[in-house]
T-cell receptor
Framework: AQSVTQPDIHITVSEGASLELRCNYSYGATPYLFWYVQSPGQGLQLLLKYFSGDTLVQGIKGFEAEFKRSQSSFNLRKPSVHWSDAAEYFC??????????FGTGTRLKVLA | DAEITQSPRHKITETGRQVTLACHQTWNHNNMFWYRQDLGHGLRLIHYSYGVQDTNKGEVSDGYSVSRSNTEDLPLTLESAASSQTSVYFCATQGQGAGELFFGEGSRLTVL
């Protein structure tokens, strides 16, 4: 069965510290992978996506993610977190059927 | 700029009433989706459409219906609202080629 797991419900980091949000997936074929960010009261905004090619993908706002097929992972990283990065982050996986499955989200808190 | 407009943004209704949430897009995308977002569940797919007159059930479709009479609109109807349908509802669209989803700002529904 297709699934996405985000094992960390909440993460707290200090401003300026590095960040890694974990995402593991189960999918029967080569997946399309996405990270979205949601600010309070807002819809979801795409941070980055992986379809094929280079397994390290760059996104907006200084985020990057690495696709590791052997580990079925697509972790999101940022070298230095800003207070404005506080939000909820969702990993999603999909494929040719166009239907995507979302993880349960990781809420990021940034300490000044 | 192209956009997705959801209305109403907030609604309170009573158990048993029929409720319709509107979604209007100016992206001219064929694929449209309705998700609900609940704490601990992330986003779950309710219904989706790949074009005019096409509708399909998602993983949590019971108690919901959609219709697609044109490209721009995919209204979501709760035939007889239940307290379990209290949630935040997001409409999303998708362009050709299994690309990213674009989200509206959400409709918060409370069923008393």
């Amino acid at each position: 069965a297709q699934s996405v797991t985000q094992p960390d419900i909440h993460i707290t980091v200090s401003e300026g510290a590095s960040l890694e949000l974990r995402c593991n997936y189960s999918y029967g074929a080569t997946p399309y992978l996405f990270w979205y960010v949601q600010s309070p009261g807002q819809g979801l905004q795409l941070l980055l996506k992986y379809f094929s090619g280079d397994t390290l993908v760059q996104g907006i706002k200084g985020f990057e993610a690495e696709f590791k097929r052997s580990q079925s992972s697509f972790n999101l990283r940022k070298p230095s977190v800003h207070w404005s990065d506080a939000a909820e982050y969702f990993c999603a996986v999909g494929g040719g059927t166009y239907k995507y499955i979302f993880g349960t989200g990781t809420r990021l808190k940034v300490l000044a | 700029d192209a956009e997705i407009t959801q209305s109403p943004r907030h609604k309170i209704t009573e158990t048993g009433r029929q409720v319709t949430l509107a979604c209007h897009q100016t992206w001219n995308h064929n694929n449209m989706f309705w998700y609900r977002q609940d704490l601990g569940h992330g986003l779950r797919l309710i219904h989706y459409s790949y074009g005019v007159q096409d509708t399909n059930k998602g993983e949590v479709s019971d108690g919901y219906s959609v219709s697609r009479s044109n490209t721009e609109d995919l209204p979501l109807t709760l035939e007889s609202a239940a307290s379990s349908q209290t949630s935040v509802y997001f409409c999303a669209t998708q362009g050709q080629g299994a690309g990213e989803l674009f989200f509206g700002e959400g409709s918060r529904l409370t069923v008393l």
